[in-house]
């Protein structure tokens, strides 16, 4: 089965006095849509760990196109001309949990990195920089790709993010996400807060590293406004340099499977959940409490447990060894028109 998959960025506007925003708007198989998409390839141990130094690439695949390459400063995505858009995707998902990318950001105005967790509904959390600003980081969220509202973004503080290693993590629990630098908290998005939960991301996820270039003749006005100005490509290289990544994932398992259409948590079924350590998993309520309190720090609370099923399920696996990437420049969005602009 060949499947193929658009990767992207889309930028909108509401007004020019909102902040902007991409969401990366990509999916095999809906399975809020459709109810034969093959279960998720998950991660049955609870703990992963990539250093990008050794050239170890394993458990994940590039976007066509992608070329790497892997030194002391970990894997360097490299933006020479407009039409790249180097970007590493994990084969497999995980269900609520940690993620901590050490990495530096690519200079260059109007060109924008990224660490996004995407589920197959279209759950996005997103940290992103844009290379002209030496100052600063955005955090983004969407639910069931509702792009809607670009009112969800935010800007923090951050020292120097393209020329400095930084520990990037989003902590990610059915109660609230939070988004974290070197350890220290940054932000914090409650549940309740993303439209009563219904924009929560709450579904399994990938994890995505990738850089493009918002500053090009190609994308429309105010996504070059966003992004800073248009890029000087003689200025290039940009680089964006991946050290390493760690994710824990708080509900181990082989395979996820959507049980129905609704896209919510409860819906998810964790298969084939025996790992060599679960210690760490995270056993989160399946009733609606997930508005409770934050976990914003370690990963071994519990209450509860998510529905389990030891009966198996491998179709994912294949599925996701299988997948074709059609890179897509960027998905410009004015309002609510999406225009495709394929490279
Ligand atoms: C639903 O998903 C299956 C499996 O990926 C695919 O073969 C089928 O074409 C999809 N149906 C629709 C209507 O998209
Ligand atoms: C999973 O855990 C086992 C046992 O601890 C280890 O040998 C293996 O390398 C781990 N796999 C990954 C992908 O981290
Ligand atoms: C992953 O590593 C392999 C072996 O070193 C290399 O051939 C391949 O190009 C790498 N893939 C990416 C996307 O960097
Ligand atoms: C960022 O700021 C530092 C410290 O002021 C400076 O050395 C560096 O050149 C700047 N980098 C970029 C990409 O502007
Ligand atoms: C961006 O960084 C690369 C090295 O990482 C350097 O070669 C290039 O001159 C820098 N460009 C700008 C505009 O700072
Ligand atoms: C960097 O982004 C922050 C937040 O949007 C903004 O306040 C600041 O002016 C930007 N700096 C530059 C150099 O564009
Ligand atoms: C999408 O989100 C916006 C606000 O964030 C909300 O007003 C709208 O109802 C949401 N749409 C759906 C279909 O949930
Ligand atoms: C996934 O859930 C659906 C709906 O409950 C069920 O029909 C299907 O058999 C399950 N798939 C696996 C592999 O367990
Ligand atoms: C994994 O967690 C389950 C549920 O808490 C527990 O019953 C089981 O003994 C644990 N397995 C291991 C190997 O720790
Ligand atoms: C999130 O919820 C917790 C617990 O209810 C509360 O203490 C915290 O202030 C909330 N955070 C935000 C950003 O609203
Ligand atoms: C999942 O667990 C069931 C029951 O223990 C087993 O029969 C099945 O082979 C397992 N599936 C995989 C893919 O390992």
Redesign the pocket.
Same mark, same amino acid.
């Given at each position: 089965m060949r499947q193929q998959h658009i990767a992207g960025a889309a930028t909108a506007l509401l007004t020019a006095l909102v902040p902007f925003a991409s969401a990366q708007l990509t999916t095999d198989c809906n399975p809020t849509e459709n109810t034969t998409c093959p279960v998720d390839s998950g991660l049955s141990n609870s703990t992963y760990y990539i250093d990008f130094t050794t050239g170890d690439n394993s458990s994940w695949s590039g976007a066509i196109g992608t070329t790497l390459s892997y030194d002391e400063n970990g894997a360097a995505f490299v933006i020479e001309n407009e039409n790249q858009a180097p970007t590493l995707m994990t084969d497999f998902y995980f269900f609520f949990g940690y993620v901590e990318v050490e990495m530096r950001a690519a200079n260059g105005t109007g060109i924008v990195s990224s660490i996004v967790l995407e589920s197959d509904d279209l759950d996005e959390i997103d940290w992103e920089w844009l290379g002209g600003n030496n100052t600063s980081v955005e955090t983004n969220y969407f639910g069931k790709g509702n792009t809607t509202s670009y009112d969800r973004a935010t800007y923090v503080d951050v020292d120097t993010p393209c020329d400095t290693f930084h520990k990037y993590g989003i902590n990610w629990t059915p109660e609230a996400i939070t988004w974290s630098i070197d350890g220290e908290d940054v932000r914090t998005l409650n549940y309740s807060d993303a439209l009563g939960g219904k924009n929560f991301p709450q579904t399994p996820s990938r994890v995505s590293l990738g850089v493009w270039s918002a500053g090009t003749k190609k994308q429309n006005y105010w996504t070059v406004q966003w992004a800073g100005g248009y890029t000087d490509f003689d200025s290039a290289p940009f680089i964006m340099y991946v050290k390493n990544v760690k994710v824990i994932n708080y509900n181990p398992g082989?395979?996820y499977n959507w049980t129905d259409t609704t896209g919510s948590m409860e819906s998810i079924k964790v298969?084939?959940t025996?790992v060599a350590d679960n210690s760490t998993a995270y056993l989160a309520s399946a009733s609606a409490s997930a508005a409770g309190t934050a976990n914003t720090g370690s990963s071994s609370s519990s209450s509860g447990s998510f529905a389990q099923s030891?009966? %198996? %399920?491998?179709s994912a696996a294949s599925a996701s060894m299988d997948r074709a990437w059609i890179l897509t420049g960027s998905i410009s969005l004015i309002g609510f028109a999406l225009g495709f602009a394929l490279f």
């Open positions: 082989m395979n298969l084939n025996t030891s009966a %198996g %399920g491998d």
